[in-house]
């Protein structure tokens, strides 16, 4: 016989209830423990109860009962309790904790064939909703602990939902990424980046283990009869169990319905050749399929196939405009205190909104609670340093992470006399706090400042800076809703100080704020739906720049430009659907709304004519914070993913978006004087629609990884420039903006091997970007109102990054880049017009520069693994473009007596050599 009948005499009492027993009672209490009421009811009655005291603990309960059966009133009183209850013979009545008793057993329980019911399939036996453990149930025994979710009760339901948040025991963070297994069931899922993690599992006994990379695993019994939580604090494990985690974690990429998303952690880029030694989790990103830069020298990043200024970059939830030092060699980020990069290029989430092509989304670390801990290197143009400090023990700590560089003195002890002037130099400083309020809250602060100031043989000295800071409180409501209340402020500016031989020193100013006010909920309501919902508001600050003269004998006359002001709204839902076991859908959606808001004087001109001074009409006037003008519409978020197999996915997304502020720059780099410009009357703000389709497949357990992915993007209202427009400090910059359309396509495919002494990614991109500028005037036609590359179009994109471990200690990494040359505008001609040579140029990006090839290399040593030891030390020693290889990073032309000479400028064209010294404690 499979079933095994525990038989449980309660204080000697025979197990009958009393069925014909009508006892009522009037009764009436108000918040009083649970324990009160059975002594009122003892009173009241001749009934006695029997149970454990501690197992009602200080729980009270409020009733009014009037007339009503004892039985009715203990269903109430115990309700949402884990305590069930029995009535005996002679008035006795006994509690259970957990636990129901059953008087009568389903026919065919012993086994009689001929009424024997069907059972399920199960490790448990389930015979009318009662659930009875089979002798091959064996509970793990040692020091397994035995949990009960929840009291037995008769149900209908086949499967329960267990949640909980994982913590590391000693520093009181969250494990995110922590893999949580039923062993019996074959079911699992991992915790997110709060450390919540839900699951589904059916009722009766599941043994539930727990595994992460350096946490020490843990096994309970759960024996499940409700919906219920289930918190673990882990510690810390000596022995790495590297293949558990990343096999938990490179499983999202085929089971997430999401698609276009990449995920770079801090930890990753530190065997990643880069320039001058630097951890760099930006340049790392850009060596994945879809995300480039239009080369050495040059901010911001070029997302399937959008402009610099359509991505979305966040810090800790507040928006970082620049996040780069001296013109994108060096990242703006502590490479210390920042845990991890996740960018979305294909399935955005409906919360985020503003852009047109990604989201970059970076973490930085929790402090530790528990002790003291910091980590540090020197390199030969910088140095950084992070230091975990706990401010109130297991509860709160401060993370405090400072960078400088120390060109200046580089450049001054260099023998060429055309640099004794210049400088170089930039710092960044982040302070992050962390506090856990007790288990439902939780409070996150983040302050960065970071700061650049460059002046190369030039008798300008330009700075640039960013400034942000967002506090983040987290309130679990209960086991299915969790909430974030944001709030978050940054600010980006550059001011540029002249200062030459004539009398026209000037000091030019600009600035850009915004402050965000956001509230994002989650729901999750069952297995099947898992609900993000919230609001959002935005408030733009844009200085569009100012001039004034720099000493008492400057001629220049003071401008100042007037300030811009909009508000931006949105409300957003998403719903992670689980459709059945192979189909997984992501349904989000995102309404916008945009107010251009006025102190301001905005210009009217002809309807249907050119902007320009021949066609204008009117200035008409707003009020502080009166409408200009309103901008809204829908933003759909939908992706999916079917299972064609356990580890092989197809996935589609559509994705539609709106951006309503812009850079305005005419350069073909990005630079950090580009000014940023507010939708209002004249100018309109982007929008943009995007198809993609990818095929998902891992092998070897999850130890290689290949996508295919494919997407198509129709955009309008691209802003673009007339030829030679003036942007900077200029009143009436709408006559010297273009708006038209814009479409890119491509394929990215990659191929990544996780483990192993040899792992690392091959990535490959075929991408084009195109823009048409097409009109009935002349003045606003560009090539023929045809289509035509962008200035960051490059169709081929090759990225190999690979690192062999000789040891634990030894290990040798190669970073291998291949480009097409973006597009260049050239002379093909020259004519004269009333005694002047000129310049004839061809249609406007025909042509290419060469293409780029980079070969890097890097050794790196890490010390021994002593557990005891002061510090732990990492030596990299790098070679940045090994081959030497002379990469164009601009061609431009200059006409020098009646001659068009070309002239090409590079950035690194020689081998640069680097070592670094990082240590950890």
Known sequence: MRCVLTIILLLGFELTIAQNDSIKVTMTFEKAPIVDVLKEIEELTEYRFYYAPDWLGTETVSGDYENVAIQNILENVFNGTVINFYILKDKKIALIKNNIIYDELPPGFFGNLEKSIKVEESENTVVNNAIFLTRDDALERGEVETVRIGRAHITERKSFVLSGYVQNKKTNEPIPNLSVVAKNRKIGTVTDASGFYKIELPPGLNIVETSSLGIQPMRKNVIIYNDGELNFQLNESVERLEEVVVSADLAKNVEEAVMGTTEVSAEETKNVPVVLGERNLLKVATTLPGISTVGEGATGFNVRGGNADQNLVLMDDAVIYNPTHFFGIFQA?????????????????????????????????????????GEASVGPVTNNIALQIPIVKEKSGLLVGGRSSYS???????????????????????????????????????????????????????????????????????????????????????????????????????????????????????????????????LYLVNPGDIDPEGSESIVEPLSIPREKALESAIFLSDTYKVNEKLLLDLGFRYSVYFALGKSTQRTYQEGLPLDEGTFVDNIEFGNNEIIKTYSGPEVRVSGRYFLAEDF?????????????????????????????????????????QYSLGLFKNFDDSNFEVSLEGYFKKSKNNLDFKVGADLLLNETIETEVLQGEGKAYGVEFLVRKNRGKLNGWLGYTYSRSFIKLDSEFAEELVNNGEYFPTNFDKPHDISLVANYKFTKRFSLSTNFVYQTGRPVTYPIGSYTFRGADYAFYSDRNKFRIPDYYRLDLSFNVEGNHKLKKLAHSFWNISIYNVLGRNNPYSVFFITESGEIKAFKSSIFSIPIPTITYNFKF
Request: hydrophobic share 30%; aromatic share 14%; charged share 25%.
């Open 333 to 373: 980020l502590n490479p210390f205190t920042a845990e991890d990069l996740k960018i979305y290029k294909g399935s955005i989430p409906a919360e985020y909104g503003g852009r047109l092509s990604s989201v970059f989304e970076i973490t930085n670390k929790d402090a530790n609670t528990e002790k003291f801990a």
């Open 649 to 689: 996915s197809v996935k589609a997304a559509y994705n539609s978006t709106f951006q309503y502020i812009h850079t305005l720059s005419n350069n073909t780099t990005v630079s950090p004087i580009d000014t940023w410009k507010l939708s209002d009357l004249n100018i309109e703000p982007q929008r943009a629609n």
């Open 408 to 538: 200046d003195w580089i450049l001054r002890s260099l023998d060429e006399e055309s640099l004794k002037d210049s400088q170089a130099s930039f710092y960044d400083f982040i302070l992050k706090y962390n506090h856990k309020i007790n288990e439902k809250n939780e409070i996150r602060a983040t302050g960065y400042y970071s700061k650049d100031a460059f002046s190369i043989t030039s008798d300008s000295l330009y700075n640039y800076s960013n400034r942000l800071f967002s506090v983040k409180w987290n309130h679990r409501f209960n086991e299915k809703n969790s909430g974030d209340l944001i709030l978050a402020n940054s600010e980006y500016r550059f001011n540029i100080d002249f200062d030459g031989d004539a009398d026209t020193d000037f000091r030019l100013g600009y600035r850009v704020n915004e402050t965000e006010l956001k509230l994002k909920m989650r729901y999750s309501h069952s297995v099947a739906h898992k609900f993000n919902y919230g609001i959002s508001s935005k």
